[in-house]
């Protein structure tokens, strides 16, 4: 079965500290996107790549940056946590122009800053 | 702005009812559409599509019928069931990129 797995399903962290959420796909998916998800929001894109060492800003980067040295994983990192970055984090992956089935999504991870 | 809505923020239907629940975007070069599916804690799972050269897509008990005039899509559930209760995404691209749009979302709930 076809993953994208998230390395935490809930996080709980102080505000001011650095904040690493991983994500690792096993499709061999070149594209990976990072959402955030806040009620009456929707899913709301933070930053996506194409490629390896590739990044692309999306509707709402600030406040975070990402890395993706390896095609399978792609890392969201908060630089600051903010207590207003208590959300949902989704990620997610698909081939390109792979628009048949949209994105796979991991099962997000639910980060609270204090 | 917001290129997807979905004005409903949540839907509450009884068992064995027709549940709709709707979309409108603004982008008209958007000509394929998906609807997710999200249960509490886990991620969207893909549902249903529909390209623009369609205006009806079935699939068991879901279809998606496409308004391209009105810039309207809906999602159609029949019978509606309380395992459907949970909240739907549709999204939208446009063929010159595999970016997807999503909405807000509407909370079904389905009461037995």
């Known amino acids: 079965d076809v993953k994208v797995t998230q390395s935490s399903r809930y996080l709980v962290k102080r505000t001011g500290e650095k904040v690493f959420l991983e994500c690792v796909q096993d499709?061999?998916?070149?594209?990976m996107f990072w959402y955030r998800q806040d009620p009456g929001l929707g899913l709301r894109l933070i930053y996506f790549?194409?490629?390896?060492?590739?990044?692309e800003k999306g509707d709402i980067p600030e406040g975070y940056s990402v890395s993706r040295e390896k095609k399978e994983r792609f890392s969201l990192i908060l630089e600051s946590a903010s207590t207003n970055q208590t959300s949902m984090y989704l990620c997610?992956?698909?081939?390109?122009?792979?628009?048949?089935?949209?994105?796979?999504f991991g099962s997000g991870t639910r980060l609270t800053v204090v | 702005d917001q290129q997807v809505k979905q004005n409903s923020p949540s839907l509450s239907v009884q068992e064995g009812r027709i549940s709709i629940l709707n979309c409108d975007y603004t982008n008209s070069m958007f000509d394929y559409f998906l609807w997710y599916k999200k249960y509490p804690a886990e991620g969207p799972t893909f549902l249903i599509s529909i390209s623009s050269i369609k205006d009806k897509n079935e699939d068991g008990r879901f279809t998606v019928f496409l308004n391209k005039s009105a810039k309207h899509l809906s999602l159609h559930i029949v019978p509606s069931q309380p395992g459907d209760s949970a909240v739907y995404f549709c999204?939208?691209?446009?063929?010159?990129?595999?970016?997807?749009?999503f909405g807000t979302g509407t909370s079904l709930t389905v009461i037995p």
């Open positions: 997610a992956s698909s081939f390109p122009r792979g628009r048949v089935y949209g994105y796979t």
């Open positions: 499709m061999d998916h070149e594209n």
């Open positions: 790549s194409y490629d390896v060492k590739m990044k």
């Open positions: 999204a939208a691209s446009a063929n010159t990129g595999n970016q997807f749009y």
